[in-house]
């Protein structure tokens, strides 16, 4: 295609010899080659293959060049590329028209000379090339547009419902201070400080998310999994422990991955403090990370014995239209966390599912190259 290696060209003529003189042409000027001598069969090359330009003749016995035109036009796969009619006709304006309504882009009249046709190829390639680059750059535009939506739609619900619940706190602590006994004190405290730290796991994600979306390329290396699982443990066991769950960690030491650490403890942050969100009082999570007993590939489950959900919901349990969704004991979330670990999951080549069952709970699955592959994939990245 253009812009990765020599530009493709198809030039369609019944004739071989009108054939073999514009193809030897542009070979020398570095196009690559390939010829079809009917309708039909230029339709069948072009959707095998879609070439970058297309060079049609216009009278051909069965189905002419603007029948040709107007079948490959009307393919989605097809109806970008150029076509440029080229005939011996001389029907001026009213062949031109003809042409240009067929999904033509230029008319060419024979006899030319061969630097015309280049001329008019280099022309139309650069046009195909410019096309695409702005094509490209308006995606761009509508992801960035898209991402200052979402951002300014959790900024302006999910941070502002604890902020209002801090001033409406702390107004209360300041109006009432000396009328409040020492149990309604500690009550009001450690609301605050709950508020306080959902608050703060928000903001870590918010900030995540923004560093993931701007963020094209894993940093990858090899690293073992149990000093980050016991790392997540120490980091999740008071919220865990607040609503009398067993955070149970398993993590062998033999279990080495390659990927990018910060990403990796991202989800697994992620993943674990989802769980307990959704894990009613005294209910167990469990972390584990083990070799695949069949493709002998590292992976890691957390599981819990929480809510679970429907088909439907599972079924869309990564998408990008962020809700929120309320924890088992009231806690207030931005539907960031998932959408965070998908996206890192997926720059740093690793595979993540989930399994649930309503009432039973459920289970996501990390899913990370295979060890045996590591050299490899080094030398792939360096």
Not at 128 to 135: D, G
Not at 256 to 265: E, F, G, W
Not at 338 to 345: D, N, R, V
Not at 368 to 373: I, M, P
């Amino acid at each position: 295609m253009v812009g990765s290696q020599e530009p493709s060209i198809l030039i369609v003529d019944d004739s071989p010899d009108n054939i073999k003189i514009i193809g030897t042409f542009l070979q020398k000027e570095g196009y690559s080659i390939r010829a079809a001598m009917s309708g039909p069969a230029a339709i069948e090359s072009a959707s095998m293959t879609p070439p970058d330009l297309i060079l049609m003749d216009v009278s051909m016995p069965g189905m002419n060049g603007y029948e040709t035109c107007r079948t490959l036009s009307a393919l989605d796969t097809l109806a970008q590329i150029p076509i440029l009619f080229i005939t011996a006709e001389k029907k001026g304006m009213e062949a031109m028209l003809e042409g240009f309504k067929a999904g033509g882009v230029d008319y060419i009249e024979k006899p030319v000379e061969s630097a015309i046709i280049a001329a008019r190829v280099r022309l139309h390639l650069s046009l195909l090339q410019a096309r695409k680059r702005l094509e490209e750059r308006n995606r761009e535009l509508e992801e960035i547009d898209e991402w200052k939506t979402r951002l300014l739609s959790i900024l302006g619900h999910d941070l502002r419902n604890p902020i209002s619940g801090f001033r409406g706190l702390t107004e209360i602590l300041v109006q009432d201070l000396d009328g409040l006994d020492h149990a309604s004190l500690r009550e009001y405290i450690v609301v605050l400080h709950r508020a306080a730290e959902n608050t703060e796991a928000l903001l870590e994600n918010i900030l995540t998310w923004a560093s993931v979306s701007k963020r094209n390329e894993a940093s990858l290396t090899s690293f073992a999994l149990h000093p980050l699982l016991a790392e997540v443990d120490e980091q999740l066991h008071e919220m865990a422990t607040a609503k009398d769950i067993r955070l149970d960690v398993s993590h062998p030491s033999e279990v080495l991955v390659y990927a990018d650490i910060d990403m990796t403890r991202t989800m697994l942050r992620n993943l674990v403090s989802n769980a307990i969100k959704f894990t009613p009082l005294g209910g167990t999570v469990r972390l584990e990370s083990r070799l695949n007993p069949k493709t002998m590939a590292p992976e890691i489950e957390v599981s819990d014995t929480g809510l679970g959900m429907p088909p439907e919901k599972l079924s869309r349990l990564f998408a990008k239209d962020l809700k929120s969704t309320w924890g088992t004991a009231g806690e207030k979330g931005s539907g960031l966390g998932l959408l965070i670990c998908h996206e890192l999951a997926e720059q740093q080549g690793c595979s993540l599912w989930a399994e649930s069952v309503v009432g039973q709970g459920s289970r996501f699955h990390m899913q990370f190259q295979h060890y045996s592959n590591l050299g490899k994939a080094k030398r792939q990245t360096s």
